[in-house]
């Protein structure tokens, strides 16, 4: 039998699967760059109100590699083609999300709260890259030089503004139903 989320549960796995989707830098990217054209960021919010729907009505067991497929073409959508396998530990992180909060337990999503906290504290990479010539002051930090390749992170209407991935999290491994291949 299949469990279903308490009605109480469901806003905060949303949050959960907006944050898990933000943190995706495939993602990110995508919707920045509008790959998927001036509706990225509305393809961006459909895959993750999809992905809240096929959890919360569908009949069907869960399977994680349909989720995977999901995610795979929700990037298609947006004119990315994933070949880091990335979205398996979304899709897995996804699944571990239901998972405990069906148990009431909402922790993960805690956890990609605060990450996404720090995130927002970061400063924005354009200023790095503008403001090369006050490097003399902090040289110590190797992380500056990191973020100013990244790319600015827009605000999305139905995802928190920015999270970061965090370690040591304890995700768990989601069994698969059958390998399939991608068309």
């Given at each position: 039998?299949?469990?279903r ?5 469901i806003?905060i796995?949303?949050?959960g699967?907006?944050?898990a ?9 995508a ?7 001036r ?14 729907y096929?959890?919360?009505q569908?009949?069907e ?5 349909d989720l995977e ?10 004119n ?9 530990e979304?899709?897995?992180?996804l ?6 909060c069906l148990e ?5 999503i805690e ?5 996404s906290?720090?995130?927002?504290a970061?400063?924005?990479p354009?200023?790095l890259?503008n403001?090369?010539e006050?490097d003399?002051?902090?040289d110590?930090?190797d992380?500056?030089?990191?973020m100013?390749?990244e790319m ?6 139905s ?6 991935e965090?370690?040591?999290d304890?995700w ?10 991608r068309n």
């Amino acid at each position: 039998m299949e469990r279903r989320l308490p009605a109480d549960s469901i806003p905060i796995f949303n949050e959960g699967i907006a944050l898990a989707l933000y943190l995706w830098r495939p993602l990110r990217i995508a919707v920045e760059s509008q790959l998927g054209g001036r509706e990225s960021r509305q393809k961006a919010d459909r895959l993750g109100s999809d992905i809240l729907y096929w959890f919360t009505q569908c009949k069907e067991p869960l399977f994680i590699d349909d989720l995977e497929e999901m995610l795979y073409h929700g990037m298609r959508s947006l004119n990315m083609v994933i070949q880091d396998g990335s979205e398996e530990e979304v899709a897995e992180k996804l699944m571990v999300l239901h998972e405990e909060c069906l148990e009431g337990n909402f922790r993960s999503i805690e956890i990609l709260r605060e990450a996404s906290l720090k995130q927002a504290a970061r400063p924005d990479p354009k200023e790095l890259v503008n403001n090369d010539e006050d490097d003399d002051e902090d040289d110590d930090s190797d992380e500056d030089s990191d973020m100013a390749v990244e790319m600015e992170v827009p605000a999305m209407e139905s995802m928190p503004k920015a999270a970061a991935e965090a370690e040591g999290d304890g995700w768990t491994v989601v069994s698969r139903r059958r390998n399939k291949g991608r068309n």
